[in-house]
């Protein structure tokens, strides 16, 4: 889904590094979400936010902090990477719904694979 | 919070052979099952979903079915394809939270 886009697609670093990772969305949504995605573990939520004032923590935030800089922008940064973080990382954006009824699809980024070395 | 169990981890089929995943949900509360495909390499794509208002929903070779009181839902997808070879992620969330918890996933391999 071209409507949402991660930068970088591939990033190797080295331990100790501050990394940012950055999302932007043209569908219009006020819901964005930062999921890390590791071999038998499906994905889990890092951070999510639901306006550009409102920022949650989700199941897997510690080592994580999030910047929705705008409507459409959503940044992941590791402040000090780890090798464990090494893993692909999702955006996902969902729209905040009609009256009475919660459209609750979300549409995932083409993901960012990091390598912490 | 919400845990979602899916099973199996691993499903090998032959062409044309039906394949079926389970999942199984903890909160109660939870009223939104969406089931993702994640093909090699790729992001994950939401194929079908279901609400906990009805039981059951189909669209062509693929259905999902919901059973409130054991809370569990499972994919169906009839006479597979070799295309259908991807992970299966099956999710849950209180619909007016969209914090979607994801299952473990299931890759599906379909034997030509």
């Known amino acids: 889904d071209a409507d949402v886009t991660q930068t970088p697609r591939n990033r190797i670093t080295k331990t100790g590094k501050r990394i940012m990772l950055e999302c932007s969305q043209t569908?219009?949504?006020?819901?964005m979400y930062w999921y890390r995605q590791d071999p038998g573990l499906g994905l889990r939520l890092i951070y999510y936010s639901f306006d550009v004032k409102d920022i949650n923590k989700g199941e897997i935030s510690d080592g994580y902090s999030v910047s929705r800089q705008a409507q459409a922008k959503f940044s992941l940064s590791l402040e000090s990477a780890i090798p464990n973080q090494t893993a692909l990382y999702f955006c996902?954006?969902?729209?905040?719904?009609?009256?009475?009824?919660?459209?609750?699809?979300?549409?995932f980024g083409p993901g960012t694979r990091l390598t912490v070395l | 919070g919400e845990n979602v169990e899916q099973h199996p981890s691993t499903l090998s089929v032959q062409e044309g052979d039906s394949a079926v995943i389970k999942c199984t949900y903890s909160d109660s509360a939870s009223n939104y099952f969406p089931w993702y495909k994640q093909e090699l390499g790729k992001r994950p794509q939401l194929i079908i979903d279901?609400?906990?208002?009805?039981g059951e929903k189909k669209d062509q070779r693929i259905a999902v079915t919901l059973n409130k009181t054991a809370k569990h839902f499972s994919l169906h997808i009839t006479e597979t394809q070799p295309e259908d070879s991807a992970v299966y992620f099956c999710a849950a969330s209180m619909t007016s939270g969209s914090r979607l918890t994801f299952g473990e996933g299931t890759q599906l391999t379909v034997n030509p």
């Open positions: 569908k219009g949504h006020d819901r």
């Open positions: 996902a954006t969902s729209d905040q719904g009609w009256t009475g009824y919660v459209r609750d699809t979300q549409y």
């Open positions: 279901i609400r906990s208002n009805v």
